[in-house]
């Protein structure tokens, strides 16, 4: 037996549904696992979360299944999952959605309350066994324990629960390799504290990592978003000196690769029932609604007061950039509400002041506030777009810096002193465009419901439809 042996990593992360990658990688995967194999080297395939989205037709209609039947034909052997899965599933959705799985998820910092324990369709850790060579797999996925906790799990702090499970792992093993949905700074964090991990294979926050970093002894690789790359770990094993000899990362670029026939015949036919499977009807709608990124719209304020309404506010807060698509009179299906509004995007209800209240709005109309490109926080628009308001009335002079001369809340004129509670997106809270919203006081999540489904229940309110064909942004000429 050789003083030595190879294993290699195949890994992806941040795929989102983007299914039109998954044919090539599905090749990469299977072309150079047939490669190294045929060598007498090792190898293992992982995806590291947030494979699913549910912007996608098929992830949408099957509740993620679609990707489970493609992680399967592609012949991955272990998973963790992102908050996509964790946060924008139902917590019956994601108990199931791993049923028919043939590969293993792990995931240790997950735990369903009535139990005290992990879910039964996930392992807390792994090992991988060869004859001459024994690898340890964790797994942990973000932690945001407002949001689980209204789902029904609790979610542990990530660190200290690893180095528990290092520390009883590491004597057992040769490697250890963590699956981390954690994100790049958490990553870096976790190579220089956590003692005893060799590789840390990265997601969330949709780094691409060209060679991956050397930190305090662990290698850390991410691949970037979307499935553009395939990362590729290489780790040669000292048998003699038990350790690590080599650490290499490199990514592969999945559109090199030939798409696989038989994936491509699958995915089209799961495209074909998803687009059947939605086109049941959500709602009637009595009016043409039409969409704009620079200027109010009545299909914006229906979207304020319809947060409005679910979270029982007395102002309803929506910008127009989540609107992706018009809807037209009559039959709107769950597909075209998807189309229009994809975002993995929830309620929430915070409270501010008048005073508050006036910056938001003074700021929502500047033209770098409209215009401004947005990524992440589930947004999944372009724009940030004009501001849709519900609750309120703001008189304002046009120009290049546009200015509020007054507003008037219910038909009363703003109070700066008095505090007001808004409805309005979670994704306010965290990518702190509008200051005054994050920093609000008693702020409530409304989960699972995304914008969508909101709409499919608020769109056959004639009154509120009716009301919001009226202006509730007045210009002046300017002073």
């Not at 098929?58 to 399967?72: F, H, S």
């Not at 996930?122 to 209204?150: C, M, Q």
């Not at 490199?250 to 995915?267: I, Q, R, T």
Request: glycine share 8%.
């Amino acid at each position: 037996m050789a003083d030595t042996c190879t294993l290699h990593i195949l890994h992806t992360n941040d795929v989102h549904s983007h299914f039109s990658s998954m044919s090539r990688i599905a090749t990469c995967l299977r072309q150079n696992r047939q490669r190294w194999e045929a060598l007498g080297e090792h190898v293992l395939t992982v995806d590291i979360g947030d494979h699913a989205d549910r912007m996608d037709v098929k992830t949408e209609a099957t509740w993620g299944r679609a990707n489970v039947e493609v992680l399967n034909h592609s012949g991955y052997e272990y998973v963790t999952i992102g908050n996509n899965e964790g946060i924008t599933f139902p917590k019956e959705r994601l108990d199931a959605l791993y049923e028919q799985a043939t590969f293993t998820v792990v995931l240790g910092n997950l735990i369903d309350p009535a139990t005290g324990r992990i879910p039964p369709w996930a392992a807390s850790h792994a090992v991988h066994e060869w004859d001459d060579l024994r690898v340890g797999i964790l797994g942990v996925t973000a932690s945001f324990p407002p949001f689980y906790k209204l789902l029904g799990w609790e979610s542990k702090e990530p660190l200290e629960h690893l180095r528990e499970q290092v520390a009883a792992l590491r004597p057992n093993v040769d490697v250890i390799v963590l699956l981390s949905h954690l994100g790049y700074p958490d990553d870096c964090r976790l190579a220089r504290e956590l003692q005893g991990v060799d590789v840390i294979l990265g997601a969330h926050t949709h780094h691409q990592l060209e060679r991956g970093e050397h930190i305090n002894g662990t290698l850390v690789a991410q691949t970037g978003v979307f499935g553009r790359h395939v990362g590729h770990v290489r780790l040669v094993w000292d048998r003699v000196a038990k350790r690590v000899r080599e650490a290499s990362a490199e990514l592969l670029v999945s559109s090199e690769y030939p798409s696989e026939p038989v994936l491509d015949a699958l995915l089209a036919k799961n495209q074909e029932a998803a687009e059947k499977r939605l086109d049941q009807t959500a709602v009637e709608l009595s009016v043409n609604l039409n969409i704009s990124w620079t200027e109010e719209t009545a299909f914006g304020s229906i979207l304020a007061a319809s947060l409005r309404k679910w979270t029982q506010a007395e102002v309803g807060l929506a910008n127009n950039g989540l609107l992706l698509a018009p809807l037209k009179n009559g039959r709107v299906s769950y597909r075209d509400l998807l189309h229009c509004v994809p975002h993995p995007i929830n309620p929430c209800a915070v409270s501010i002041t008048g005073e508050q209240l006036y910056k938001v709005l003074q700021q929502s109309i500047q033209p770098q506030t409209v215009n401004r490109e947005l990524r992440g926080f589930g947004f999944r628009g372009k724009v940030t777009g004009w501001m849709g308001i519900d609750g309120l009335h703001v008189w304002y002079e046009t120009g290049d810096s546009p200015r509020i001369s007054r507003v008037e809340v219910n038909g009363e004129a703003l109070d700066a002193g008095r505090t007001y509670r808004v409805g309005t997106i979670d994704m306010f809270m965290f990518n702190r465009m509008f200051p005054e919203l994050a920093e609000g006081a008693d702020v409530r999540f409304y989960l699972p419901e995304m914008l969508r489904e909101i709409l499919a229940q608020t769109l056959a309110d004639t009154e509120l439809i009716a009301a919001a064909l009226q202006p509730r942004w007045l210009p002046l000429a300017p002073s």
